[in-house]
């Protein structure tokens, strides 16, 4: 098992979304509204002449899109989302794929693969 954790444009949302449903047996996707910044950094504000502090007053607004799934599907959601979320802009996002060592559904007590 795999966990694919995408972060993506909001805006991209829907469309990934409806073309994740389109692939067979896809688990399901768990998601969040994050912030943060990446290579394009935040915009730092400068305290008064005399401060030396620095605030950080702006965070890119992004959403986190979480898939824990199969290894014979982890390429194939992989490609879906980079394919689905890409405008070719910077911001675009990132993908990260992370072992998972185990799972249970609290419903059922299944566990392992048999979870997902």
Not at 74 to 102: L, S
């Amino acid at each position: 098992m795999k966990m694919i954790a995408a972060v993506i444009q909001p805006f991209m949302l829907t469309k990934l979304t409806r073309a994740l449903e389109e692939l067979e047996d896809f688990p399901g996707m768990t998601v969040t509204d994050v912030q943060g910044f990446g290579r394009e950094k935040a915009h730092h504000e400068v305290g008064s002449r005399h401060s030396r502090i620095e605030d950080v007053v702006d965070f890119v607004k992004k959403v986190r899109v979480e898939i824990v799934a199969h290894n014979f599907m982890v390429d194939q959601i992989v490609e879906t989302i980079a394919r689905t979320a890409h405008t070719g802009n910077r911001g675009d996002g990132k993908i990260f794929v992370i072992e998972v060592e185990h799972a249970v559904r609290i419903k059922t007590g299944e566990a392992g693969d048999a979870a997902i």
